[in-house]
């Protein structure tokens, strides 16, 4: 019997962990007593569905249980998407303050490059090792904040907005 089901969502239905339903389908392990029932009647019920060849909405009306089952499901989708959101927001307002900060660090960069560069700096040993330590350190920053963890985000954003996507999709097919 095929179903055309991720096997994540067929396991939940019969109640056990998808890794015991894969070592299931290899023929390593048992299902349990529960579990066989659920997939007894599922078997039943598809094998009925097939001489009538009732059509999905039919075919959920005649077992509640799928119907409650794919509600669940629906559910967990949309949980799925509005937990992918939040990520979302959360990493782009990361982004936003990284991209100030580097700003910020550049600005610094810039005037203390000027300041390392002018004659004034070049009299005191001491203010001119001060102007380095600090442009030592806005270095640090600059790395830190810089073009490569922007883009790191990026990603991070954009697979995020594909999973958001996705689950929206199978939400709805559902």
């Not at 660090?105 to 600090?134: G, I």
Request: aromatic share 6%.
């Amino acid at each position: 019997m095929q179903l055309h089901i991720r096997q994540e969502d067929f396991a939940i239905y019969l109640g056990i962990s998808r890794s015991l339903l894969s070592l299931h389908e290899k023929g390593l392990r048992s299902l349990p007593t529960q579990a066989l029932i659920k997939l007894s009647n599922l078997d039943t019920l598809y094998d009925q569905a097939r001489q009538k060849k009732l059509s999905a909405n039919e075919y959920k009306s005649v077992h509640p249980e799928i119907k409650k089952h794919d509600e669940k499901v629906k559910k967990d989708f949309q949980l799925k998407r509005h937990i992918c959101s939040y990520k979302i927001n959360q990493l782009e307002r990361r982004l936003n303050e990284m991209i100030d900060k580097h700003t910020k660090a550049k600005a610094w960069d810039d005037l203390l490059t000027v300041l390392l560069d002018s004659s004034f700096s070049r009299k005191p040993n001491k203010e001119r090792h001060f102007l380095e330590v600090q442009k030592q350190k806005v270095f640090k920053k600059l790395i830190r904040f810089g073009s490569a963890s922007q883009a790191k985000l990026h990603i991070q954003i954009e697979i995020l907005k594909a999973e958001e996507q996705a689950n929206k999709k199978w939400g709805d097919i559902i």
